[in-house]
């Protein structure tokens, strides 16, 4: 690892945020490395480094619910006026194939990506010492499905929503179907 390349993965850094703003955190780590053009320590020095110079913000959204598969609230990133600023005056020093590679890269795992923030779980210890369990699936901003179940045990809990990070269209369509089955008419 030469130190002479950290500019061009700072650089790649900022494109990839710029091409997805909001990006989650892992998903810029993903896009990153899926780009061959720098590993694991590379992108975590040059994240660590663009944060510190104020380019790219990293955290937590005021209001947002959605948590990773393990419970954590969700880090997203997003350019600063600063980081616009650099990677306009800059993104030309990025290999022409490097930025297609990212932009498909991008467009090919964005179906992925919108379906894991539509999709979120939350787990609530309750007054009376149980685990609510509190899955969403959301349509754009409005939440098109919303299921509260309680769970005596925090493993029950996990696990079920493991279950609803895996199969939450399984999971609502099995419901709805069930809701919706035609039952024979009792005698009036």
């Given at each position: ?102 932009t498909q890269y991008l467009e090919a ?80």
């Open positions: 690892m030469q130190e002479t390349k950290i500019p061009i993965h700072k650089l790649i850094l900022l494109y990839i945020v710029e091409q997805a703003p909001g990006l989650r955190r892992s998903y810029l780590q993903d896009t990153a490395l899926a780009s061959l053009s720098m590993d694991y320590f590379d992108v975590m020095r040059a994240l660590d480094d663009l944060i510190d110079t104020g380019l790219i913000h990293v955290g937590a959204r005021k209001g947002e619910e959605a948590l990773d598969a393990h419970n954590r609230i969700i880090e997203r990133c997003d350019l600063t006026d600063k980081g616009l600023v650099a990677i306009s005056a800059l993104k030309h020093q990025i290999p022409a194939a490097t930025r297609r590679f990212i795992h964005s179906y992925r990506r919108k379906m894991a923030d539509a999709v979120t779980v939350k787990i609530e210890l309750t007054s009376d010492g149980q685990y609510e369990l509190i899955c969403r699936q959301k349509e754009g901003n409005d939440t098109s499905f919303l299921l509260k179940l309680r769970f005596p045990t925090e493993e029950m809990a996990e696990k079920a929503s493991r279950t609803w990070r895996e199969h939450p269209d399984d999971i609502v369509n099995t419901l709805i179907h069930s809701l919706l089955i035609d039952t024979p008419e009792e005698p009036k």
